[in-house]
């Protein structure tokens, strides 16, 4: 008898460590995710559709969900970094920081086509 607290204890906090890691995980995995949007419609709203849908405002402007067809967005983050820059005078050069360019892709991977 004393030993089925011992053997409950075994079964249950597997389980309830493992909801402590999964939750902390997706509510950041949110919070990337809406600061990547933020970051998007403030560096990238103005030209550049930036949702699952819609027209570009500028339409020389590819939409951002179909950037993924043309970078690798593991790589992108490196590219986000070291500075995002294009032969398109209207262009402007943006520098992430590690952070900023991390959320870029988590929300970048929400939207792809």
Do not use: N, W
Not at 5 to 20: E, T
Not at 51 to 80: H, M, N, T, W
């Amino acid at each position: 008898m004393k030993r089925l607290p011992l053997i409950a204890a075994a079964l249950v906090f597997p389980l309830l460590a493992a909801a402590l890691v999964y939750l902390p995980f997706t509510a950041h995995a949110q919070v990337s995710e809406k600061h990547g949007r933020a970051l998007a419609i403030e560096f990238c709203g103005a030209c550049h559709a930036i949702d699952k849908s819609g027209a570009s405002p500028k339409p020389e402007a590819p939409p951002l969900r179909a950037i993924g067809q043309s970078y690798d967005l593991d790589g992108f983050v490196d590219r986000l970094q070291s500075g995002v820059a294009s032969d398109h005078p209207d262009m402007p050069e943006v520098k992430f920081s590690e952070r900023d360019a991390r959320d870029m892709r988590a929300y970048l991977r929400t939207i792809q086509q």
